[in-house]
């Protein structure tokens, strides 16, 4: 039996400044008494941490935490949050603030240290410039070095610290006490321009780096928003109450108006009203709700107003789940392991172990000048491996590269993420809003027989009805005549009825016309099987004795669509489709996109757990979503991409946003993620190529040889060299393509048999009555067996029996169909 004292929790961290002090704080909680496991995510500054309550709390974290340097927010509530925001926006603000100021007072320094030495009064001026940098907007990094130091570790800041502190402090000394050089035959140079511009732009790459980070908080917030704070309550004299949201508890009955979101899940007891339920499954069609018929929180309810039942409130919505999810998926991830980071905890304390060794090696082997030539030495090798080149590797072409991406309408939000696109090998699309437009439409308008007023009186009729597949009909129909309709009358799950000229006329379903005995010609009952077959909603249009026509609603896939999914699958890149529509719809979609995986009836829960399972079998996941119901599976993505026309909080959750919601972008992004990261990695192999050559020359390898010893103020414009090369290559990252061809080919690579073509022009489309089906396990037989056949596609329906049947490699005969169908499916007879 599971232990109840054991509990999960997770806490904002505040006060980390890279990889390094997140793996400090994730040993200090792991070392703390009753604590089973912890796990520190830097990306997100939130630490999970699993423990026994018998023998630890919070409060006894929150104390270990602040001891190691840092502080862990441990009040649970609705405001923990804001708490969170306004501490990153602290540090956001004071950090653009000593950075502003770095740079504007480390230019003077570097043009009179590069341009006019010989000036009067050059060195005080220098020095009362880069005193404030160094010791005000340089200060953390001398508190980091610090603190790290005392935990027995090193990082990035250590470098920092020690090359710019020794630097400046050597400087100072050449200033002030200029003979003691003079007197052995070396002129004193000053290097407070190394010193300040070091600090400015070590201070800018965090300042970026802090700004892309984002606040991973604001998707949680938004989610929580849906949420309305009051809600109207029926008492017992059916008198109307208004009461904040904690106060709701099950079995209370609440009025929902129109217009306004539904607080908590429940159950309709009166009334009736459709309901945008988008949010949970991304379907664009809002949702009839009847008495009996399930609500749930954060869904938006339409036109009309009904009363609901109470049944999960707080922590138990579906809501509430989703961003509990969310939350998870994010926290769940590793901790964003900062590659110069990871370098610098063994460059630190080999550079400065070089450093001391030189100058006891110059003592001990150079007699007289040997303290000479080895504080030289030291100073030379310190400055030299100065991490200039270094901080700058990565964050110039960060912003290259997110830059780039920006000109192409590819919005990305972190450096991982484009480090993590590199690696992607399989990409999961939501279907609505997605691959297909994510709104109804009118696809295709079949008359039984020319008459003027047939679109007039249609448009009318839907122009009154409160059903949303209306609105694609007005919209269709907007330019038609608008006619007076009469005696207007809405049927529940059928579809309306109303008069015009004394001529009654519906719209609705095929039942509406059923139970009015209204007759249905032969061509518009073809045409609505094939509209059927092509997964189009089909509105029947009719008078009292016979149907007028037919309107196929769809929501059509994006003209890019298709494009983009053979360019991945080109590029060796799984494509899966996920949707939470039906099953026969999600196939069409999927045939028509191109897409060989997919699965229908999803709900955002399972979204995510898919995803999850594509992970445990060893793939890197993308996520391409636009939906609140896709936000869960895009926190549990490696890569998470969002529709720029879709919700707000998708947008935040994910590390990338396509701004026209056009799918050819993500081929367009992974291209631009594997061209960034070859930089990245250029960048830093100069960098440390650099390093590798300078100090040992530094360290005076080759005095003994030919008598050279590196001058420290050669090696300062060695080290500036190496920094404006690494922005030269990042800046070649500006000329490469990431376009995609605007008609890309399909593959050459072998293909799965079942590969199902999108629709080509040149297909011919022929339907055929099938006899002898009694079931669905007929009709998937018969379809099966005609799909077997080398370029054919066929779509099987029971009612009515038809197959229709398409050919991209010439028609074949219904012999050879019948023959198919014989051999591989049984009894079943096929008629023109």
């Given at each position: ?569 080109s590029a060796g890149i799984e494509v899966y489709m996920l949707t939470g529509d039906n099953e026969a719809t999600a196939q069409e979609i999927a045939r028509k996109a191109g897409i060989l995986h997919y699965k229908a009836g999803v709900l955002p829960q399972e979204k995510a757990a898919f995803i999850g399972n594509l992970q445990k079998n060893g793939k890197k996941v993308a996520m391409v979503g636009d939906g609140i119901n896709d936000s869960a599976a895009l926190a549990q993505a490696d890569l998470s991409i969002a529709m720029g026309g879709g919700s707000d909080i998708a947008m935040d959750v994910a590390k990338m946003t396509i701004i026209s919601s056009d ?170």
């Amino acid at each position: 039996m599971a232990n109840k004292d054991i509990v999960q929790e997770t806490f904002p961290v505040l006060g980390m400044s890279c990889a390094s002090c997140s793996a400090r704080v994730e040993k200090t909680l792991n070392h703390q008494p009753g604590v089973r496991k912890a796990v520190v995510n830097y990306a997100s500054a939130m630490a999970t941490v699993e423990y026994d309550l018998q023998n630890c709390s919070p409060e006894t974290l929150q104390q270990a935490v602040q001891a190691a340097g840092y502080d862990l927010l441990i009040k649970q509530d609705e405001n923990m949050p804001d708490e969170v925001e306004q501490a990153h926006d602290k540090k956001y603000r004071a950090l653009k603030f000593r950075t502003t100021w770095a740079i504007a007072l480390s230019v003077p320094v570097m043009l009179i240290g590069m341009f006019f030495m010989d000036m009067p009064y050059a060195n005080p001026v220098m020095w009362l410039l880069s005193t404030p940098i160094v010791f005000w907007q340089g200060r953390g990094f001398f508190a980091s070095a610090w603190k790290q130091l005392k935990h027995g570790s090193a990082n990035m800041d250590t470098l920092v610290a020690n090359s710019t502190g020794i630097a400046y402090l050597f400087s100072l000394f050449n200033m002030l006490f200029p003979e003691f050089w003079l007197e052995r035959g070396i002129h004193p140079h000053v290097y407070f321009e190394a010193a300040s511009v070091i600090i400015a732009f070590i201070l800018l790459g965090r300042l970026l780096e802090e700004k892309a980070k984002g606040n991973t908080s604001s998707a949680i917030r938004k989610l929580m928003g849906l949420q309305p704070k009051t809600v109207t309550v029926i008492t017992g004299s059916s008198s109307e109450r208004i009461v904040p949201i904690e106060q709701i508890r099950p079995g209370d009955i609440i009025l929902v108006k129109p217009g306004e979101r539904i607080a908590v899940d429940g159950i309709v007891t009166e009334g009736s009203s459709y309901v945008d339920e988008s949010m949970l499954s991304g379907e664009p069609v809002a949702v009839a709700k009847q008495k009996d018929a399930k609500v749930f929180a954060g869904t938006i309810n339409q036109k009309g107003s009904f009363r609901f039942s109470a049944e999960k409130v707080g922590t138990d919505t579906l809501l509430a789940k989703i961003i509990h999810m969310v939350q998870d998926a994010q926290g769940s991830k590793a901790p964003v392991q900062q590659l110069v980071d990871r370098i610098a905890a063994i460059f630190v304390p080999v550079i400065i172990g070089i450093a001391v060794l030189s100058f006891v090696a110059w003592i001990l082997l150079d007699g007289q000048n040997g303290f000479t030539h080895g504080l030289l030495a030291l100073v030379t090798v310190l400055i030299i491996a100065c991490p200039c080149a270094l901080g700058l590797a990565t964050p110039t072409a960060i912003m290259v590269g997110i830059g780039k991406g920006a000109e192409r309408g590819i919005l990305i939000k972190d450096a991982e993420s484009l480090e993590i696109a590199k690696k992607i090998d399989t990409v999961v699309l939501d279907k609505t809003g997605t691959v297909t437009e994510g709104k109804p439409v009118v696809g295709d308008w079949i008359q039984a027989a020319q008459a003027a007023d047939t679109e007039d009186i249609f448009y009318s009729l839907e122009k009154l009805s409160e059903h949303p597949l209306a609105e694609a009909v007005v919209r269709h129909f907007r330019n038609a005549r608008t006619v007076k309709i009469d005696n207007f009358e809405s049927i529940t799950g059928r579809g309306v009825r109303g008069e015009w000229n004394g001529k009654t006329y519906y719209a609705g379903n095929r039942k509406l016309l059923e139970e009015h005995r209204i007759s249905i010609s032969q061509s518009l009952c073809e045409g609505a099987a094939r509209l059927t077959a092509d997964a189009q909603t089909v509105i029947w249009f009719a008078d009292h004795e016979k149907a007028l026509a037919i309107a196929g609603i769809t929501d059509r896939i994006k003209p890019t669509s298709i494009q983009a999914v053979s360019e991945l699958q080109s590029a060796g890149i799984e494509v899966y489709m996920l949707t939470g529509d039906n099953e026969a719809t999600a196939q069409e979609i999927a045939r028509k996109a191109g897409i060989l995986h997919y699965k229908a009836g999803v709900l955002p829960q399972e979204k995510a757990a898919f995803i999850g399972n594509l992970q445990k079998n060893g793939k890197k996941v993308a996520m391409v979503g636009d939906g609140i119901n896709d936000s869960a599976a895009l926190a549990q993505a490696d890569l998470s991409i969002a529709m720029g026309g879709g919700s707000d909080i998708a947008m935040d959750v994910a590390k990338m946003t396509i701004i026209s919601s056009d799918l050819t972008k993500i081929p367009e992004a992974l291209k631009l993620s594997k061209l960034t990261v070859r930089t990245i990695r250029q960048n830093l192999f100069w960098a440390f190529i650099y390093n590798i050559i300078g100090v040992p020359v530094a360290a005076g390898v080759l005095y003994p040889v030919n008598g050279f010893l590196l001058n420290p103020m050669i090696a300062g414009a060695a080290m500036a060299f190496s920094s404006v090369s690494v922005v030269t290559n990042s800046l070649r990252l500006k000329r490469k393509k990431i376009e995609i061809a605007e008609s890309p080919a399909i593959g050459n690579a072998a293909k799965p048999d079942n590969e199902v073509k999108p629709l080509t022009k040149k297909v011919m489309k022929k339907e055929f009555k099938v006899e002898g089906m009694m079931c669905n396990h007929c009709r998937m037989h018969v379809e099966k067996a005609l799909n077997g056949m080398d370029g054919v596609h066929a779509t099987v329906s029971l009612n009515p029996p038809v197959a229709t049947v398409e050919f991209s490699e010439g028609e074949k005969t219904l012999d050879e169909l019948q023959a198919a169908v014989s051999a591989e499916a049984g009894d079943y007879t096929l008629k023109e």
